[in-house]
C-alpha cells in the first residue's frame, strides 16, 4: 500500500519507466483524485475565457429577473389603471406605463419569461432532434443522403413564413410557436452535429472499435457523441438567441405568443402607434431582446473558446 | 520458405481496386492499390511488409483487419476464410482475433476517454471479465505490462507523451487476447530511443502472448530488428519476398536493391547491412 503523498511525488518525476510500479495500490483510492482533477480543469477553463464568465453570469441574471421576479414580488402584467394611461418612467411605475395603463417593468419581465420559455424550449427540443438525425445521417451516409435533402427543403423557408404557415394551420398558441419554430433549427443543428460526427468517424479509434467488434450504437452515442457534444452545445446556445429573435419578430406581426400575454415582440407592435408620445413603450422591450440576445451569443463564443481543444491541451 | 506447422494467416491473390470518376469524362479510371498479394503469416513469427508510401501496405493491412472490403481475393484465419463475411460473422470470429495498431498514437484513442476506460471498453466490447471491478483489474494489469502505472489510468490521453499512447494502443490490443497483431507504421512516429523501448517491448510481449505480428513498415533498420520474413511491395505488388537475412544479404530485385541502398550506414566502411 503506497501512501498518497508517495503518490504525488512520483506523479511529478516523469513517468515512462516501468520500474518503479507500486504492486499492489487501491485502484479506488486513485480514483478519486483524477475525476476531481478534470473537473478542475474544465472549471479553469470557463474562468480563463471572459466571454464564458461573464455571458454565463449576465445569462443567468436575465433568466433570473424573467423567471423568479415577477412571481416573487407578485407583479400583475394585466392589471390596469385608468389614471396611468402613458405615463412616463417614475418610481411608481419604473419603465412607465403603457396606453391602457399596464406596468411595463411587469410586461417586460413576463414578456421575458415567455422569451427565454419558447427559446429555451427551442434549444432543447431541436437540439436533441438535431442531434439524432445529424449522428444518424453521418452514421449511415445512404439514410443521411435523404435527411440531408429534406433538411435541405426545410433551410430553404425563411423561418418566420414557416412559423406564420403552421400557426395558421394549427392556431395560436405557445406550444404551437415552440413547435413551429423547433422544426425550422433542427436542420441547423444536424448539419453541424453531422459534419462534427463525419470528421469523427475519420479518426482511427473509431477503426480500432470497429476491429474490436463494437456494436454501431456503442460507437456512436458512447464514442462519437463524446466529441460532437462540444460543437452541439455551441451551435444549440445560438438557436437559443435565434429563436428568441424569431419569436419576437412572429410576435410583433401577430402569429406569436397570443395577446393578452406579454411578449417582447407583441409589445414592441404595440408601442408603434405611441412611438412619439411614449418613447418608453419602444425602448424597454427593445432593449431587453437586444441585451437578451446579446448575452446569449457572447455566451456560445465563449463556449466556443472553451471548448477549442489547442487552448485545453 | 518450408514450415513445419500451418499458417495462422493466409491472403492469396488480395485485389484492391478504387475506382474514381472524372466530373467530365464518363471514363471511369481503376487504380490499383493492392495488385494480386499473396502472403503467409505462420504462429509466433513476424512478417514485415515493406515499401515506400502509396505501395499498399496500410490497405493490405486494413483488409487484413477486415476494415475495408477486398475487390478480389481471400483471406484465411487459421484455414477460415472471411474475406465475404456479414458484419456479425465478422463480429463473432474474427473481431478481437485481429487487432491493429495505428501509426498515429493520439488519434487511435478517443480524446474525451480516459486511457483506463479505453481498455475497459475494449474488453466489455469483447465480454471479458465478469464484473466491472475484474475488467478494471485487468486493465490495470495489461497497463502496467506494457509499462504504464495505476495512476495513469483515470488521465486522458492528451496528458500522455506520444511513446506512452503507443503502449497505451499496444495495451488496448493485447487486453482482448487477440493472435494477430497488424502494427500499422507503429513506431514510426516515435522518436528512436522511443522506438528502441516500444519494440523491445514488441518483442517480449511475442512470446508472452504467443502473438503473431504483421508489421508493417518503411523503415528497414526496424524490419531487421524485428522481422522473420519480408515481404517488399511495389506500386501494389509483391515483388520480393524471403526470410530477412536473405532479403537483406542477397536482394534480388532491383527495387529492393534501391530500398536497401537508401538505409544509411552506421559504418562507412560496411557495404551492406547484414555484410
Known sequence: MVSQIDNKNQQIDDVSGADHVPNSVDIDDENKTGKRQNQNSLWAAIKSSPSALYGGIFLLIIVFACVVIPHVMKMDPFATKASDILMAPSWQHVMGADNVGRDVFARVLFGGESSLLVGGSVAVVSGVLGFIVGAYSAFFPKIGYWLMRVCDGLMAFPAILFGIALIGGLGQSIGNVILALSIVFIPYVARVVRSATMSNMNENYVSVLVSLGASSTRILWRNIALNVIAPWIIEVTFVFADAILVEAAMSFIGTGIPQPSPSWGNMLYDSRTYIYQAWWLTVFPGVALALTVFVINIFGDGLREVFDPKRRR | ?275
Open chain 2, 1 to 275: 520458405m518450408k514450415h513445419e506447422t500451418e499458417p495462422i494467416l493466409q491472403v492469396n491473390n488480395l485485389v484492391k481496386d478504387y475506382v474514381s470518376r472524372g466530373l467530365l469524362n464518363s471514363k471511369s479510371q481503376v487504380f490499383h492499390a493492392v495488385n494480386n498479394i499473396s502472403l503467409e503469416l505462420y504462429p509466433g513469427s513476424t512478417y514485415a511488409l515493406v515499401g515506400e508510401s502509396g505501395s499498399g501496405k496500410s490497405t493490405t493491412g486494413k483488409i487484413i483487419c477486415a476494415l475495408e472490403k477486398a475487390t478480389a481475393g481471400t483471406v484465411t484465419l487459421l484455414g477460415e476464410n472471411y474475406t465475404n463475411d456479414s458484419p456479425s460473422q465478422l463480429r463473432k470470429n474474427i473481431r478481437g482475433n485481429i487487432q491493429m495498431v495505428f501509426q498515429d498514437p493520439f488519434s487511435a484513442l478517443n480524446p474525451r476517454k480516459t486511457i483506463g476506460d479505453a481498455v475497459i471498453e475494449a474488453l466489455q466490447i469483447r465480454d471479458i471479465g465478469s464484473s466491472g471491478r475484474e475488467r478494471r483489474n485487468i486493465a490495470r494489469d495489461t497497463l502496467q505490462r506494457v509499462g504504464l502505472s495505476v495512476w495513469h489510468m483515470d488521465r486522458y490521453p492528451h496528458q500522455f507523451s506520444g511513446g506512452q499512447l503507443q503502449r497505451v494502443n499496444i495495451a488496448r490490443a493485447l487486453a482482448v487476447q487477440p493472435k494477430i497483431l497488424i502494427l500499422d507504421e507503429s513506431v514510426s512516429a516515435l522518436d528512436v530511443s522511443i522506438q528502441a523501448q516500444v519494440l523491445n517491448l514488441l518483442q517480449e510481449i511475442k512470446e508472452e502472448f504467443s502473438l503473431s505480428y504483421l508489421f508493417i513498415t518503411h523503415d528497414l533498420s526496424v524490419v531487421r530488428f524485428i522481422a522473420d520474413y519480408v515481404g517488399v511491395l511495389f506500386k501494389g505488388q509483391l515483388v520480393e519476398e524471403g526470410e530477412t537475412k536473405e532479403i537483406f544479404e542477397h536482394p534480388e530485385n532491383e527495387y529492393t536493391i534501391r530500398l536497401l541502398d537508401s538505409v544509411p550506414r552506421t559504418d562507412p566502411q560496411q557495404r551492406h547491412l547484414l555484410g
